[in-house]
Each structure stands twice: as C-alpha cells, then as structure tokens.
C-alpha cells in the first residue's frame, strides 16, 4: 500500500510504501476511495494535538469499499461502501461508554490520529466504527460528511431549536449545516474572515441571510451560535450576538486561547459550550438524513501524493468548502 505519512508533527508528510495491512479480529480493511483533509489533520500535523501515535497516516473523512474482513465481522460484506470518522474506537465499559455517552470514552482511538487513518490507498478499520453509505452519491462527495457533516450535525443538536443561527468561520462544516439548517426552515447568519467577500459570497449562495466579518454584529440578535473557526476571540464575539437564555457552541477539537471577557456578555444565563467527538448514532442519524436534505458538498480534489499541498491550502483558506483526497 501507499501512504503519506507524518514522522514528526511541523514536517511535511512523506509518501511512503508499506506492508499492506491485514485486519484483526472485529476489524475490516477498506480500500480508500476518497478522504476529505479536515482541519483537524492539521492540529495533526502542525503539533497542536499533542502525543499523536508517530508515525501516523492522517485522514478521518474516509470513504472506501471493504476488501477484507477480520474474524468476527458479520454484519459487513466484502465490496460493500463505508465511511469511517473520526472517532475509532472505545473501550465500551468506561463511565461514559457504560452512560450511553462514548464520545466522551476515557480510552479511545482516533482515526488518523492515534490509530493509521486514510491518506492512503487502504487502512484497517474497527468494524463498529464503520458506517455503511450505500451507493448513492460519489465518494469525494461523502467524505466530508464523515467529520465535517457529522461534527456540525452534533454541534447544531446543541446549538437549540432556534430561528437564527450563526455560524462563525464558513469552512467545511458550515457549508454543510448551512444547508440543513435552510431545510429545516432556518435563517442562516454566516460569519468570516473579515474582508474576505468570496467567503460571504459563497455563504450567500447557499442561502446565508446575512453573510460579512466575524468582527461585526449581525442585523439582529441571535437564537444561537456555533463556532467553527479556531479562533478563541470569537466566543466573546459569539456571546454579543446572541439574545438572552441561549447558547454559543464551540465545535473544534483545538481552540487559540479565549481572551478575557466582561461576565456581562454572558449574563442572563447565556452558555458556552463544547462539542467533543461525536457518537454512532450521531452518524447514522445525520447519514441517514443527508440524502434526504439533498447536502450537495462543494469539493477540491487532490491526488494522494499532493496531500501537503491540500493541507497548505486549507491552512490558508484557498478554496471553498472541503479538500479531498483521491488515491
């Protein structure tokens, strides 16, 4: 198999031939057909998740076809199409699995982070973890609901049942949660970069109500919020746009530091919240329901080999929507 592969987080990934992996017991190999860059690869590979199993194959928005099943695996099939996200694995008798909360598990695995992920032409996947798409829809164009699909699903369960939402760095997850919050009848209030009009532009095509910079205020308060963006002033940005009695949601793995910020802004049991991993039925909810709301990704492929080059671009906004790798 063929791979790119960090050796150490600020260097670039290296392509790399190894032994084709083979599946152990409860666990299926998957022949890659597309994985979308998230930026949570790169937290990956610029350090800001520390202790990553080293080396690592990044990549957690992978689709594919299983070609091997371990002993074990009966509810999958040779040939048939999965998607496999982010979190990969849990314990399954910690507090948290035993609560019906294993997002939360005290000893998980992470796709591409701490177990090999889909920057390659095939990876080894625990069975559980994995789930079936059908064959409706291409591959590049499911990769990305396999994280920012599902992350923003999660986070917009937390956000509320409100009219008016926010969303606060219009990258991968936003363009999806843009378009099912516009089919759930909502109002979508899309806030980026400021200056950046081909990101407000873009927001607006898909039906933001209102589309400018993360420094301004929107025309009207709002129901909620969701905080995409890595960015840690934006909580108290968030909080002023919001009405009294509702709730900010940070939906990153990594966050740059909050800045101080006056309790007024958060009174009147305004909240702040975060999003961590998400669960299977979080998956097979939002998968199920995206053909449905007919999600249309908006992508940018990359060959396998230029996987640095995808990363580079996302760190720097170049594109709309999501980056996906094809091997």
Known sequence: ????????????????ELPDPHPGPGQIRVKVGACGVCRTDLHVVDGDLTHPTLPIIPGHEIVGRIDELGDGVTDLSIGQRVGIPWLGHTCGHCLYCD?????????PLFTGYTRNGGY??????????AFPLGEEGDDVSLAPLLCAGLIGWRSLSHAGNGKKIGLYGFGAAAHIIAQVLRWQGREVYAFTTPGDTEKQAFARSLGAVWAGGSDEMPPDLLDGAIIFAAVGSLVPAALKAIRKGCRVVCAGIHMSEIPAFSYDILWEEREIV?????????G???LSLAPKIGI???TTSYPLSKANEALDDLRHG???????LVP
């Open 318 to 324: 170049r594109f709309d929507g999501a980056a996906v």
């Open 274 to 282: 975060s999003i961590a991993n998400l669960t299977r039925q979080d």
């Open 120 to 129: 390659a032409t095939m990876t080894v996947a625990d069975a559980r973890y």
């Open 284 to 286: 097979l909810d939002f």
């Open 296 to 298: 249309k990704t908006k």
């Open 99 to 107: 609560e019906g909360k294993e997002n939360l598990c005290d000893h």
């Open 1 to 16: 198999m063929f791979a790119m592969q960090l050796s150490k987080p600020h260097t670039p990934l290296e392509w790399v």
